[in-house]
């Protein structure tokens, strides 16, 4: 099979995904919306039979205030999308959602109420924050993980072994919550809150950026680079192992090249995964760190449009993570299967 | 395999383990997590999670205070709660009508402050004779020899007297103030609200007050009046046949500026008891979601390497189409609108989105496995596929598991406390997540109280390290390809 028809099928897989992914969503928020729809329905209706329903009782009699109250019953249901099935409606939203009309939120956000504006704003601020930290942890774990597998055993290995366990076992965001303690409220090197400043222009808003993403920066680097550097590290123990190692040792060598030009070359397609699927894990991780920094990307967002009920963008939101996630997975497949041939004739060869 | 195989196989398997420092610290671990877990009702709070959302059952506490050892590491030290019962109260009738009941209390030399705030309780009155309904006085004598008015002939009552959160005694404390620094004496129209209202108006009644000082910086930056004080309740019952007074239940608390071993939160909880109790839930959390995640994934991975072919294509797109989707988003998103969340709900939702990696390994085992021609003789000795994937393919793969289930106890974990944390949880369930989300939501991190925000935290990553341990333990001894590491 060749490599563009796994790819192409790849891609299928991921949109089938998404189709899914976009029909659960909408199932959820129909639900929800058609509760709150409900309600706002019978308020509407409520005023409406104090108002103009009242003159038409006081000057037509009872039977026409039935009659116009029905009509305006109907009316008001069909604004409210209430006279359609439950699947239709999840159809509807899920199609609308597909061509990314989100709709509007209730209360402005970032100065405006369209919810495709709103995620343009946040999905840069979010990238930049996770592109920068993951960039160090990779340079940081891969130099520490080949350091202690060529020491394996000694004090440097095994204490980076402990403090990747240690690490492992914490929350990203109460890291990040204990180091706001020390660094930023006890000490005060870092600010309380990441909230951008909104009035600086150039130079200066680049740098208060910069300052504002130093701590989370800090904070993810702090809680991942630890594993990296360990599941670096055991890969190159296993790889050092082969055979073709062995022969380039004895035929003399540098070890520097053996390290950087043989092994890590051979152990390359499991770092390269590693790296877009801690990419992607970082993305389910940022919804509440960014919260506890209180910095103004895509998490943070999420959590405001939780917790304001704005539906649309909640689902505009999850849409975006779901497309960007999917995409991740094609890429790290595309690559993989570039750098191992062995994937595509291996699992999917019957494809 | 015979049971005598069993026995040998598990032996073998002990006297690796017990070689294995780092596997025997988490058993260690784990024996001290489960001890503490089932204790938890005998040794803090009985029923914890029903009294954790009542503000009311913890009135008798001070609050956002840190705990009582911190002090040993501080110059500024913090009195801790001071509670009297009816042993500890010195009561005398000095008349017939009248009934004293006196309270000493001692702030220490070189605390900065002193407490929070005083609750008197318990008092039973009933009123037979409301002409002559009982009335008190009470203040506090201070070492210097000032007396405090805090309050004059009020009608008893059966409630709460609450000094520091009554605005009368409030304003009772600053007139006295005015009274003593000045010299002259103001109505309660000129108590400015704001002091009644926000100002810490207990501090100053154990702060140095002389003539000539400023009032208002008593009440800022209180100066520490070490000794002994009296806080005197002075009852007038005139008469006493009638007005019944029983005073068994009565209960006077001096609340602490530091409390209990892990201190209090904004409602004044007691910490250290939510995080024990918190054990429970992140355990059975942890280790029930891997269980039955792994369970789940190894029977489905090896139904599908066992099955083969169009069975074995269509389990596997599943199985991606679950991997793909991004979990922590859509988990958010179903419990956000559910409503109703239970812990059963919780383990249910991080089971369906947790069984994939491991079914999609557990496959590729049992594909290795399944060519193997024991399964083949089995084959045709007539053995269904349900005894060949259940007798001879799965517990073969049994090692592997336990390996697997140590090790994604800390996701587990995590994810619940995450949940939590964003306030989409057990709402009757007391949780670690749960109290980070109250610290986070009263802002408990710029506030600067590590202690409401450390030991959750910490609980999570004692939880997470121990089944590491245990696993990463596991893993060299049953993975061959691990051991030479």
Known sequence: ??????????????????????????????????????????EELMMWERTEGAKIKQSQGLEAFEQAKAAKQASLEEKYELNIPYWQKVYKKALRTLRLDFGTTSMPIFGTNNVSDIIKVAVPRSILLFTTATIIVIILGIFLGVRAARHAGSVFDRGLSI???????????????????????????????SMFDPQLTGWAH???????????????????????????????????????????????????????????????????????????????????????????????????????????????????????????????????????????????AKM | ?????????????????????????????????????????YTTIPDLPEKWRSSAYWEDN?????????????????????????????????????TVIEADYNFPDRYILGPQGIIIRGLNVSVGDPMNAPVFDLYLLRPDGKKIPLLKNKPLSAGTISVGRDSTISANVYIWLVNVTEGREITMFEVPLQTILISDM???????????????????????????????LDINNPAPDKNKIILDNIKVTFLGRSYGTMGTDYLGRDLWAGIIWGSRVSLTIGV?????????????????????????????????????????????????????ITLMFIVLLLVIFGWMGIARISRSMALQIKEQTYIEAARALGAGNGRIIFKHILPQLLPYAFAVIALSVPGAVIAEASLSFLGIGDPTAVTWGQILNAAQNQAATTKGYWWWVLPPGLGIAVVGLTFVLIGTALDKILNPRLRRL
């Open chain 1, 206 to 348: 680049v740098k208060d950026v910069l300052w504002k993403l130093a701590l989370p920066v800090f904070t993810y680097v702090f809680v991942v680079f630890g594993g990296w550097a360990w599941t670096t590290r055991n890969i190159m123990i296993g790889t050092l192992q082969e055979d073709f190692i062995m022969a380039a040792k004895a035929k003399g060598v540098p070890e520097h090249k053996i390290i950087y030009g043989h092994a890590l070359r051979a152990a390359a397609p499991p770092i390269v995964t590693m790296i877009i699927f801690a990419l992607l894990g970082s993305l389910g991780g940022a919804i509440i760190s960014e919260l506890v920094f209180n910095y103004p990307g895509m998490g943070r967002l999420y959590w405001v449009a939780l917790q304001q009920n704005e539906t649309n963008l909640l689902i505009g939101l999850t849409y975006f993570f779901t497309v960007l996630y999917l995409a991740g997975v094609v890429l790290a497949d595309m690559i993989y299967g570039f750098l191992d041939p062995r994937v595509k004739v291996g699992a999917s």
């Open chain 2, 288 to 340: 029930l979601v891997s269980v039955l995640s792994t369970v789940i994934g190894l029977v489905y991975g090896v139904t599908s390497a066992y099955l083969g072919g169009n069975a074995d294509e269509f389990m596997m797109r599943i199985n991606e189409i679950f991997a793909s989707i991004p979990s922590l988003p859509i988990l958010i998103l179903i419990g956000a609108t559910m409503g109703h």
């Open chain 1, 1 to 42: 099979m060749g490599y563009l028809k796994y790819l192409v099928f790849r891609i299928l897989n991921a949109i089938l995904v998404l189709l899914i992914v976009t029909f659960i969503i909408s199932a959820l928020f129909v639900k929800v919306a058609e509760e709150s729809n409900r309600s706002k329905m019978y």
């Open chain 1, 163 to 193: 403090f990747a366990l240690l690490t492992y076992s914490l929350p990203m965001w109460w890291t990040g919550m204990m180091f706001l303690l020390i660094f930023a409220f006890k000490l005060g090197w870092f600010p309380l809150s």
């Open chain 2, 62 to 98: 001070p609050k956002n205070v840190p705990p009582t050892w911190y002090n040993m590491f501080t110059s500024q030290k913090l009195v801790p709660q001071e509670v009297y019962y009816i042993n500890d109260l010195k009561i005398t009738h000095p008349s017939d009508t009248r």
């Open chain 2, 1 to 41: 395999m015979r049971w005598v195989d069993v026995k040998e196989g598990f032996k073998e398997f002990l006297e690796e383990f017990k070689r294995e420092k780092t596997g025997i610290a988490g058993v260690i671990l784990l024996v001290i997590l489960v001890l503490v877990a089932l204790t938890a009702p």
């Open chain 2, 202 to 232: 207990v501090a100053p009644m154990f702060a140095k007050v002389e003539p000539g000082m400023n009032v208002t910086q008593i009440i800022e930056n209180p100066e520490p009046l070490w000794g002994n004080y009296k806080l005197v």
